[in-house]
């Protein structure tokens, strides 16, 4: 099984900063992304940005340009995202996905985490 775990989410204040991490381990064959995406009440979950393990590029949402920043290691196969200048609205619940391969057989499919909390107050 492939599992996702992210860390990081808290309380913040506005104008503030957090990092969350996206751990990938299991049975990884091949990662060929991971993303960010967040979900607040009554909305529909939205893409924030991603990093492709094939061509090393990073994309982001439209919302959250110049603010989060989306970075990898490689090597412990984990995605992070630097959250800064934070607004009431950033406040939502987290979550990672990685598009994995889990054998040379495998169809490539998609795994997500369980998501991490982030609230924004004043």
């Known amino acids: 099984q492939v599992r996702l775990a992210e860390s990081g989410g808290g309380l913040v204040q506005v104008g503030g900063s957090l990092r969350l991490s996206c751990a990938a381990s299991?049975?990884?064959?091949?990662?060929?992304?991971m993303d960010w995406y967040r979900q607040a009440p009554g909305m529909k979950r939205e893409f924030l940005g991603g990093?492709?393990?094939?061509?090393?590029?990073?994309t982001y949402g439209d919302s959250v340009k110049g603010r989060f920043t989306v970075s990898s290691d490689n090597a412990k196969n984990t995605l992070y995202l630097q959250m800064n200048s934070l607004k009431f609205e950033d406040t939502a619940i987290y979550y990672c996905?990685?598009?994995?391969?889990?054998?040379?057989?495998?169809?490539?499919?998609?795994?997500w985490g369980q998501g991490t909390q982030v609230t924004v107050s004043s």
């Open positions: 299991g049975r990884i064959f091949s990662l060929y992304d």
């Open positions: 996905k990685a598009k994995v391969k889990r054998t040379s057989w495998d169809q490539v499919a998609d795994y």
């Open positions: 990093f492709d393990w094939i061509s090393g590029s990073t």
